[in-house]
C-alpha cells in the first residue's frame, strides 16, 4: 500500500492527468483509512462466505452493507433514486443481511 501512492502518482504524471495536490498527511489517513476499512471488513466478509455458503451471494451482501452507504454519502442521488434517505440505507442494507441470513438457515 505504501508503494502503490508514489506508483500510481507517477503514473498519472506520465498520463498527463493533474491530480489535485493533498498533504502528506492527508495521504497518510486515506491510506490507514482504506486499510482499517479491509481490515475490519474482511472477517465480516469470510463470516458470511461462511454462513450462506456461496461466494457470490457473500460478495454481495458485504458489498451491499459496506460499500452502498459510502456511495450514498459521495451521490445524494443514488438515495433519491431509491427513494430512501442516506442515513436510512446503511441500517436498510444491515437488516435485510440479518433478513437474508435467517431464511438462509
Known amino acids: 500500500m505504501a508503494l502503490a501512492v508514489p506508483l500510481g502518482r507517477l ?3 506520465a498520463a ?3 491530480a489535485l495536490p493533498v498533504s502528506s498527511a492527508t495521504e497518510l489517513r486515506a ?3 482504506t486499510a482499517l476499512l479491509f481490515a475490519l471488513v474482511t472477517p465480516l466478509a469470510l463470516a458470511a462466505g461462511v454462513v450462506l455458503r456461496r461466494g457470490a451471494t457473500a460478495v454481495t451482501a458485504v458489498v451491499a452493507a459496506v460499500v ?3 456511495l450514498c454519502r459521495l451521490r445524494p442521488t443514488v438515495a433519491v433514486a431509491c427513494g430512501t434517505t442516506c442515513a436510512n440505507v446503511g441500517s436498510r442494507t444491515a437488516f435485510r443481511g440479518v ?3 435467517r431464511q438462509a438457515r
Open 99 to 101: 433478513d437474508a441470513l
Open 31 to 33: 491510506v490507514a483509512g
Open 68 to 70: 452502498l452507504p459510502y
Open 16 to 18: 498527463h492527468f493533474r
Open 11 to 13: 503514473r498519472s504524471e
